[in-house]
Structure formats: C-alpha cells, structure tokens
C-alpha cells in the first residue's frame, strides 16, 4: 500500500509559491487589467462595448477548447513517465513568453491581442492543471484540505503584489495612458518568471517513469490511458458526479473572474480610486476564504464546504445584480446618499470569501478522489472539467450580454450555481476516498 505522508515545509511552499506567481495572470491579464484594457480600449466599441466583451469571450473560449483536448492526455503521459515537472515548465515558459508579447496588443490589432490571448491562457490553464496535480503526494488525506487552502491563499497574496505595481506605477486603463499601461503583458511574465522559482527547485517528481513498448507512442499511450479511465470511470462514480459540479460552478466563476472588473467599468461606473480599492478588498478576502475554509473543509468535510461555498456564491450573485438597486433605495426610503460604487465594494468582499473557498475546496476533493499512480491524469480530467466549463460560460455570457446587456446576462449566474448545489448533493466523499485508497492498496488495478 502506498502511504500519504506530509511532505517538508520546503516543498509544500514551493508548491504553493506556484499559485503565488500564477496568480499575476489570473488577476492582471484575465481580471483586472488586461480584459478591461481589451474591451474599452483595444476595440473600444463604445458606448456598451458589446463587440469588445464578445471578442474577449471568444478568446478567451477557444483557448479553454484547446486545453479540454491536450489536458486529460498529458496528464497520462506525465503519470507513465513520471514527467510532471517537464510538463509544467513547458507550460510555465509558453506563458512567460505569451504573456510578455502582449505588449504588442494595440488599437487597431485587435487579432493580435486575441492570438497572444489564446496563447498565453492556454499555457497557463495547462499549468493549473499539472501543478494541481502535485496535490495527492505532499500529504495524507486529512491535510489536503490545508495545503490547498494555503497555496491558494498564498496565490491571492501573490496577486495583490502583482498588482500594486500596475495599479499604482502603470497607472489607469484609458486610451490616454495606453503607452504605460500597455506594460501589464511584460510586468506579468516577469513577476510570473521570477516567483516560481522555488517550485522547480524544491518540489518533487514522484512516481518511477516506464518505458515505451515498442512502437508505441507517448500521445498513443497517453490517449490509450485516457480511454481506460473513462472506461473505468464507473469506479469513481463520485469523482465523475463532482466533475459535473465543478463543470456548472466553474463556468459562473469563470464569468466572475473574467467580467467583475469590466461589470465595474461598464455597469457600476466606479472611480479608479474605487476599482483600487476593491482589488485591494477582493484579494485579502479571497486569501482569508481559501485558508479558512481549508481548516473547515478538514473538520467538516471537503464536500460540505464545497457546498456552503456555493450557497455564498448565490448570495454573492444576487448582491451584485441587485447593487444599483440598493443604492437607489437607501437614498429614496432611507435618505442615505450610498452610491452604487460603494455597495459594489461590500459585495466584493462576498464575492472574494467565496472565490477562494470554492476553487481551493474542489481541488482538495479531486485530490481526495485521486489514486496517488494516476494523479495527473485525474487532475487532467479536473482541468478538463474547469475549461470546459469556461468555454461553454464565457460563450453563454458573451452571446447574452449581446442581447441583454451584461447586468441582465450575469442573472445566468445563478442558475449555474443552483444546478451544481444539486448535482452535488449525489456526491459521497467517503466512498470517493475509499475507492481511491483501495486503488493505491493494490486492491483494484486497471
């Protein structure tokens, strides 16, 4: 039997120094900067900038649609031949280099913000997905809950460092300030560079690397991998069920996470000081909700918290739409002179407990669900799952914003979270980890 054993401290904050500098991407490129700057600027449709949103979703989904066919078979090629950190470094460098070409993105070459998006996303949406994959080896199943909590608490920590820069040396995104804030791309890439540094010097590759048989390929033996655990899939029944989940809630987050800086802009109207602020306010609640909600998730349950941390997102959503409408009705029945930009903040700080509880609890449950041999590949599967869920949302949102106008279109939101509440009450989490224990005993193989 394969025992789960803590890993050193060193390795564990090497692992999570990861999240720590791919964080910077997250937030600059897809969050606060970058998308805000595509959308008003770049194209610059004003006044709805509907072709804006629209493009920045198609990007955005095409890049997801390249992950969900590569993730699932790299991850059974790094489990055969026990080459996740490889793996990870090609992922890690594309998007270094992606990431920094963005500089070159300007008004008028629209299709080369696009193409450098698509690029640059997608090499980094691979590396959530093989670093996650580390996750089932630095420690027994009752500590999983806390690593993943700190690495993605860590992560937002990594973010706001990230950020400070831009916010207050690159200065606002407007078309008056493009030849400073242009430099986001590089800024990124080289934040991004330099902080994961420690994760390829400290965190180690399990696992024994087999030989190919003859005539055999890696892709053949990575898509022949794939296929048996898809075949097999009935046999972790519950890790299949939570996959539906996370596809329904990854696909409202990754509308958050793409459209709230831009909501802000084009709905809400904020000051910059505002937007500041709020970054400030949603990084630090995140981190709390992530390392928090990690020592919970150890004391009631990965899946019970997953499911809380859905109840906060419907709360978070509804808070949201209802932002203008709270402001105008504390001023007309309560004489308080509360503009929706202030609202918006209090509802940040909902929004941010719930991001980082929500993504850190279903990667410690896939972790869970994962025998140690084919981590990677289940993790692969997890990444397919999450970037499918991103195609199908930021097309859904991007078609409907078309239509309705953003503030309408993110009500779609709600429905994406109530469906995987439901869909995970069919999860069992003590027969998900039975299951996966019994695979790494020998008891059952494939």
Known sequence: MTTRTRAPAREILGWAMFDFANSSYTLLIITVVFGDLFTRVIVGDAPDYRLGNLLWSL????????????????????????????????????TVVTTAMLYW????????????????????????????????GLGPPEDLGKISGFGWALGYIGGMVAALFVLFVLGEVSAEN????????????????????????????????????PGASLVGIGVSRVRQTLAHLRQHRDLAVLLIAVFFSMSGISIVIT??????????????????????????TAAAGAFGFGYIQDRIGALRTYI????????????????PSIAELAHDRLGLDWQAQYVFLVVGCVAGASLGACQSTTRTLVGLFS??????????????????????????????????GLRQALLFCLALFAVAMLVARHVDESRGRAVAQAHDAGLKEW
């Open 178 to 213: 493009f030849a400073r804030i242009r430099w986001v791309g590089p800024w990124t890439a080289l934040f991004f560079l330099v902080a994961a540094i420690p994760t390829f010097l400290w965190v180690r590759e399990r696992g024994t690397p087999r030989p190919l048989p």
């Open 105 to 136: 993105a300007a008004p008028g070459y629209a299709w080369i913000g696009m193409v450098l998006l698509i690029l640059s996303n997608f090499a980094f949406a691979l590396g959530e997905s093989f670093i996650a994959s580390f996750l089932p």
């Open 259 to 284: 459209y709230a800086f831009i909501y802000g802009a084009q709905v809400i109207g904020w000051d910059a000081s505002v937007r500041t602020l709020m970054f400030v306010l949603v990084q630090l």
């Open 308 to 323: 809380l941390t859905l109840a906060m997102w419907i709360l978070a959503i509804l808070l949201i739409y209802l932002t």
């Open 59 to 94: 990007a955005l989904a095409v890049s997801y649609l390249m992950v969900v066919i590569a993730s699932p078979v790299a991850g059974a090629i790094m489990d055969y031949r026990a080459s996740r950190k490889r793996f990870l470094f090609a992922s890690y460098a594309l």
């Open 371 to 404: 025998p140690l041999s084919r981590s990677a590949e289940m993790f692969g599967f997890w990444g397919l799952s999450m970037k499918l869920a991103g195609v199908f949302g930021l097309l859904a949102i991007g078609l409907l914003q078309a239509v309705f």
